[in-house]
């Protein structure tokens, strides 16, 4: 007890934010306090770890040399298991049957969307119609007809490679063109 007593002073009396060093004293007392408050074992060791992460990213500025470390730690703990345990009952599931699903769920696209993907397609149509013909052929063929590179060129008298790089050259051309579908 004494030891605990004295480790504790030491703490208080200007401990400099080691996080490994708190880490190893009070990871296991911090987790067992989160289970103590009904957390599952999985979920209080994510919250220690986010404790520390927490810690580490903005250690408290005012009183450092004169403030309790385990203290602030379990409190940190404790402000993060209250957020997590809120974020749960915020978003509380409801199972609901897939035909109810299908009833709520308009699966059109919104006017906006529509406005949106056509403006992007003739993006698309357009930078198309800017390459070679032979790379758009080769292009088209692979990515709208669904061949093969090495059908592709067999057709176009070319080698694979030569026909990959007909149809890289598009995909390079269509992102520059369009910003980056």
Do not use: C
């Not at 013909?133 to 008298?157: K, N, S």
């Not at 890289?168 to 269509?174: G, L, N, P, Q, V």
């Amino acid at each position: 007890m004494a030891g605990s007593a004295g480790r504790g002073q030491r703490e208080r009396q200007g401990m400099t934010w080691d996080i490994q060093s708190l880490f190893r004293r009070h990871a296991k007392e911090i987790t067992r306090a989160l289970r103590r408050r009904g957390l599952p074992e999985e979920t209080a060791a994510d919250i220690t770890q986010d404790t520390f992460l927490r810690v580490l990213a903005s250690p408290p500025q005012d009183g450092t040399l004169h403030h309790n470390p385990r203290a602030y730690l379990h409190q940190v703990s404790r402000h993060l298991s209250i957020n997590h345990i809120q974020r749960i009952r915020r978003s509380a599931m409801l199972d609901v049957a897939d035909d109810v699903l299908t009833r709520v769920a308009d699966p059109a696209p919104s006017p906006e969307a529509v406005i949106y993907d056509r403006q992007r397609l003739r993006q698309v149509e357009a930078a198309l119609a800017e390459l070679p013909d032979r790379t758009r052929l080769a292009f088209e063929r692979h990515r709208l007809g669904g061949q093969t590179i090495a059908a592709i060129g067999q057709d176009l008298g070319l080698s694979t490679t030569r026909t990959w790089a007909l149809i890289r050259d598009a995909y390079r051309h269509i992102v520059l063109r369009t910003g980056g579908l």
